[in-house]
Nanobody, 122 residues
Framework: HVQLVESGGGSTQAGGSLRLSCTASGYIYSRGCMGWFRQAPGKEREAGAAVDTSDGGTYYADSVKGRFTISQDNAKYTVYLQMNSLKPEDTAMYYC????????????????WGQGTQVTVS
């Protein structure tokens, strides 16, 4: 049974920081790509960042580059998304996902998804 469990969402003011966590089942964590996506009301789901858990390679969307950092703790099967300098336009439901293949930003390449965690920036 594959699980992706997210935590760490919440509310903050513009300029603030939040850190999201996603813990995955061990047998999928060690291969493939763990990504963070977000979806605001009335908008399409968009990729934010991803990490290849086998080699540590990271990928960022232009909208978050320089403000968000994705990292991993292999011992805990956990991926983090540190979000700094948050803006109101970052407000969305954030989802963790696991997948294979390319491109990293395409939602359709991700097979497993978490339940989502809300981030609100005012």
């Amino acid at each position: 049974h594959v699980q992706l469990v997210e935590s760490g969402g919440g509310s903050t003011q513009a300029g603030g920081s939040l850190r999201l966590s996603c813990t995955a089942s061990g047998y999928i964590y060690s291969r493939g790509c763990m990504g963070w996506f977000r979806q605001a009301p009335g908008k399409e789901r968009e990729a934010g960042a991803a990490v290849d858990t086998s080699d540590g390679g990271t990928y960022y969307a232009d909208s978050v580059k320089g403000r968000f950092t994705i990292s991993q703790d292999n011992a805990k099967y956990t991926v983090y998304l540190q979000m700094n300098s948050l803006k109101p336009e970052d407000t969305a439901m954030y989802y963790c996902a696991h997948g294979y293949g390319a491109p990293w930003y395409a939602p359709q390449r991700y097979k497993f998804w978490g339940q989502g965690t809300q981030v609100t920036v005012s």
